[in-house]
């Protein structure tokens, strides 16, 4: 599956989570799941726990993480003394 099809999982709207990007059709943000597998959460117990969704789902939760990452540039911050 590329890329494009996988990200049209991911959605915004302005009634559902104050237009947080959400796994369409669901109140999870990409930011919920993301901080899940940040803290050590594995694939299969997130999938486990929320059974409406999928593999591919949280794929696409990484994808767009990466895509606004990689649309953003970011400057180093000054050391202070």
């Known amino acids: 599956m590329q890329d494009e099809q996988i990200l049209q999982r991911i959605e915004t709207n302005p009634e559902v ?17 993301l901080n ?12 486990q726990e929320y059974d409406y969704i999928n593999r591919e789902d949280i ?16 400057m180093p911050l000054a050391k202070s003394a």
């Open 59 to 74: 794929q696409a939760c990484l994808l767009f993480a990466n895509r606004v990452l990689d649309d953003n540039m970011f």
């Open 36 to 47: 899940l597998l940040g803290h050590g959460e594995s694939i299969e117990s997130i999938l």
């Open 17 to 33: 989570l104050v237009g947080k990007p959400v796994i369409r059709g669901t109140r999870l943000s990409v930011q919920f799941i």
